[in-house]
């Protein structure tokens, strides 16, 4: 466990996902020792950000984020939203699974302030409408078309895309040859803000069984709220 990790991100996420690298890489589709099951929405979640390797010099410039079920001592306490794969949502046979919804997280003061999800590779972040009064919900959408589209899949979750609050679509973090990015959303005290961190890829470590991934230093980190979308300082 890293208490120093997500203590760095507690004091300042988006300085956070400006500085180090959020490997989300291979947490889809997981079963954990902790019983977290990544195809499940958990409120609450815990959080580890685990250094990819060590360093004598502070903090890490890599970390891989391990969700688990189990309550820790210094560990992120927060929402979890799962990434359901394109193919398992539209599909019409027994593979099928509808993507899923995290709904009825407080539109202000919520329990928990983060809502992390696995790795974007094409795929839309989505806040939306609540079910419920002064509450909003998450989805991570499985498609690069979806915005062009107009999102035909919320359907599943019964929503439309006239719910949607904040999006983080591919074109807010993507380009040609590096579809990667980390994103989440946190509550700042006083609203939610999205936050996409642009990455590229690595080798694999075969240690790890998934690839690093650094920043995209072309396409920085960038963030998005109510009043305003812009590069994180």
Request: charged share 15%.
């Amino acid at each position: 466990m890293s208490a120093h990790e997500c203590t760095r991100f507690k004091t300042n996420p988006l300085k956070y996902a400006r500085d180090v690298c959020i490997n989300l890489q291979g947490a889809g589709g997981m079963v954990t020792a902790g019983g977290f099951d990544a195809n499940k929405a958990y409120a609450p979640c815990w959080f580890d950000l685990e250094p990819w390797s060590s360093s004598l010099f502070g903090g890490a410039s890599q970390v891989v984020l391990k969700p688990t079920t189990t309550m820790g001592a210094g560990l992120l306490q927060g929402y979890y939203v799962p990434y359901i794969s394109y193919q398992s949502v539209a599909s019409t046979n027994l593979d099928h699974i509808d993507m899923v919804l995290l709904d009825g997280v407080p539109k202000a003061l919520p329990a928990y302030t983060v809502v992390f999800t696995g790795g974007q590779n094409g795929c839309s972040l989505l806040m939306l409408k609540g079910g419920g009064a002064d509450t909003v919900s998450f989805v991570h959408y499985p498609n690069s078309d979806g915005k062009k589209k107009g999102y035909p899949l919320l359907s599943q979750v019964n929503k439309t895309a006239s719910d949607i609050l904040l999006a983080i679509d591919y074109d807010m973090y993507g380009e040609e040859g590096n579809p990667n990015a980390a994103s989440f959303f946190f509550y700042d005290g006083t609203k939610w803000v999205g936050v996409t961190q642009p990455q590229v890829q690595g080798a694999i470590s075969m240690s790890r069984m998934r690839p690093s991934m650094s920043i995209n230093r072309n396409k920085p980190p960038r963030f998005i709220s109510a009043t305003g979308t812009g590069i994180i300082p």
